[in-house]
Nanobody, 123 residues
Framework: QVQLVESGGGSVQAGGSLRLSCAASRYAYRRYCMGWFRQVPGKAREGIAAVDEIGTTDYADSVKGRFTISIDDAKNTLYLELNSLKPEDTAMYYC?????????????????WGQGTQVTVYS
């Protein structure tokens, strides 16, 4: 069974940093592509960063150079380091796992989801 539990959200001033964590069940870990989506109320969910089972990473243009996705194999945990945060980064952030190829992951269909963690960036 796939279980994803996020943590690490919070409120931070613009320009600041946060680190989000996603603890993954052993079944999901390194079996699927994993990554992060975010969603603002009234808008579609947006994929922002992903990593496949061999460690290839991919980022949305909106976060490239500011956010970093990584994996801690010892802890079965996925991380998202958020730097140089902007007010427009404010959203609910969701960990998502599924598929074997990143192209399918980015489509956002057929994924397992965590419960989400809120990130708020104030100016």
């Amino acid at each position: 069974q796939v279980q994803l539990v996020e943590s690490g959200g919070g409120s931070v001033q613009a320009g600041g940093s946060l680190r989000l964590s996603c603890a993954a069940s052993r079944y999901a870990y390194r079996r699927y592509c994993m990554g992060w989506f975010r969603q603002v109320p009234g808008k579609a969910r947006e994929g922002i960063a992903a990593v496949d089972e061999i460690g290839t990473t991919d980022y949305a243009d909106s976060v490239k150079g500011r956010f970093t996705i990584s994996i801690d194999d010892a802890k079965n945990t996925l991380y998202l380091e958020l730097n140089s945060l902007k007010p427009e980064d404010t959203a609910m952030y969701y960990c998502a796992a599924g598929h074997r190829d990143l192209r399918s992951w980015w489509e956002g269909m057929g994924l397992y989801w965590g419960q989400g963690t809120q990130v708020t960036v104030y100016s």
